[in-house]
């Protein structure tokens, strides 16, 4: 018999690993839902990594762009952002020229955001890169299938 030690974790040249059972796993939707978000975030930040936005930053610029004069708090509750945590990425994306804060005719207290036209373009490229990214992560589901995710998703998670 050998006096060989095995450290806890290394893999045995003679014991193949047995596959694990993740059925429980697999009938629990917050488990599954967690791997398909990271499946997304991951597929998303190669194909917008050239353009520099990020699944949050894309948020914005397409709220924003889709709501001009949204205030900063709408937007932090919407995207379920704490607001010191967006005040930072918005001071990010105005001292870069993306947006910009204006002062509300109705209410010069409040502060709605804007884009810029270098923002407007920026959005409208990504926008461009959505429909071919979203048809290449929901390639294994139909048309139908996808159509029904989307429903149950935003019943799930109305906006």
């Known amino acids: 018999m050998s006096s ?7 893999k045995s040249a003679q014991q193949p690993e047995k596959p694990l059972d993740l059925r429980a796993l697999q009938r ?3 488990f599954m839902l967690r ?3 990271l499946k997304f975030f991951e597929g998303f930040y ?10 949050a930053t894309y948020a914005i610029f397409a709220v924003i762009r889709d709501n001009p004069g949204v205030p900063p708090s709408s937007l ?3 995207l379920r952002l704490r607001l010191p945590n967006l005040i930072k990425i918005l001071n990010e ?8 804060r204006n002062r509300s005719k109705s209410d010069r207290r409040a502060v709605e955001l804007m884009l810029t036209p270098k923002g407007a373009k920026l959005i409208a490229e990504g926008a461009r890169l959505t429909e071919p990214y979203n048809e290449r992560m929901l390639a294994p589901l139909t048309e139908t299938e996808q159509r029904t995710l989307l429903e149950l998703l935003n019943r799930i998670s109305p906006l």
């Open 93 to 100: 994306l105005e001292s870069s020229g993306f947006i910009k």
């Open 4 to 10: 060989k030690r095995v450290r806890p974790g290394a």
């Open 35 to 37: 791997l398909a978000q």
């Open 76 to 78: 932090a509750s919407l």
């Open 28 to 30: 629990t939707p917050g």
């Open 46 to 55: 190669e194909e917008f990594a050239a353009l520099g936005l990020t699944p």
